[in-house]
Nanobody, 126 residues
């Protein structure tokens, strides 16, 4: 069992930066691939970024590639999402998620993740 708690959301002007944090509890954190998703009002939840447990390979949605960076600190059971050059369209609730080692679903789908945090609101003003 893994519990996830996000923090770091808030209100920022366009062009600004925020860093989201996700604290994970539970054993064997390093064996889980971790992801960030987001959901804007009236829209479906969408993939943002993931970091693979085995070699820390990262993948990003096209909309954030080059602006966002996902990272992890296994010693601290933490995952981060550094968000730069923020745009109003980045406004959403951001969710941290953990993928069990035996989950073979595609990393950009909700089904690939077995545990979810409660979300943190990010609002980017124009």
């Amino acid at each position: 069992q893994v519990q996830l708690v996000e923090s770091g959301g808030g209100l920022v002007q366009a062009g600004g930066s925020l860093r989201l944090s996700c604290a994970a509890s539970g054993r064997a954190f390093s064996a889980y691939s971790m992801g960030w998703f987001r959901q804007a009002p009236g829209k479906r939840r969408e993939f943002v970024a993931t970091i693979v447990w085995s070699d820390s390979t990262t993948h990003y949605a096209d909309s954030v590639d080059g602006r966002f960076t996902i990272s992890r600190d296994n010693a601290k059971n933490m995952v981060y999402l550094q968000m730069n050059s923020l745009k109003p369209e980045d406004t959403a609730v951001y969710y941290c998620a953990a993928s069990s080692p035996w989950n073979r679903s595609s990393y950009y789908t909700d089904e690939a993740y077995d545990y979810w945090g409660q979300g943190t609101q990010v609002t980017v003003s124009s």
